[in-house]
């Protein structure tokens, strides 16, 4: 089962974000072989962390939730808050896979919150900049709560296109980029 996880970074949380840099990624580092994407969010035209996205495929939705609340980051206090959510790997692939490699261009996550109908539930055409895309679900994974991806786009307007912006309750652009070890 695919799960998405976000991370939100608490205020004023860098220099502890810092700190805990190798543990992060040596958490990261035994569940390389789950991992579909991962990588830090910023504050928009800034170097400042504000959370992390780890894309994971797990058992089940308890070991989604251990593997987010077990991370080192979370259980020191850098974030504020984390969505877990199952999550379906439209694209078939991992971050690693994507054709525009690790570096290079403007990246973005696209955070959809909705409910009732689902919408794109796949992505639109001519969008060769998904690194990641699919729709954010229940723990079941029969109703449908959203939908993330993780984009190569011009600007944050272009990314937070890739959704139908009346079909969410809210939608959220923040840049992005690859994480891990390089």
Request: one cysteine or more; glycine letters at 12%; charged letters at 30%.
């Amino acid at each position: 089962m695919e799960f998405f996880c976000y991370h939100r970074d608490r205020a004023d949380s860098a220099a502890l974000r810092d700190e805990l840099l190798e543990a992060h990624w040596s958490y990261m580092d035994g569940f390389a072989e789950e991992l579909i994407a991962r990588g830090p969010t910023f504050e928009r035209g800034t170097e400042t962390a504000s959370g992390s996205v780890h894309i994971a495929d797990l058992r089940d939705a308890a070991a989604a939730r251990a593997f987010a609340f077990d991370e080192p980051n979370y259980q020191a206090g850098v974030y504020r808050d984390v969505l877990v959510r199952r999550w379906r790997n439209v694209l078939g692939r991992t971050m690693w896979d994507f054709p525009g490699g690790r570096e290079g261009g403007n990246r973005y996550l696209v955070l959809g919150l909705g409910e009732g109908q689902a919408a794109d539930l796949v992505p639109p055409p001519g969008r060769e900049g998904l690194i990641a895309y699919g729709p954010l679900l229940s723990d079941d994974g029969e109703t449908w709560l959203g939908t993330a991806a993780l984009i190569e786009a011009t600007d944050p307007e272009a990314a937070g296109a890739v959704l139908t912006r009346d079909r969410y309750a809210d939608v959220e652009v923040h840049d992005w980029e690859f994480g891990g070890r390089r």
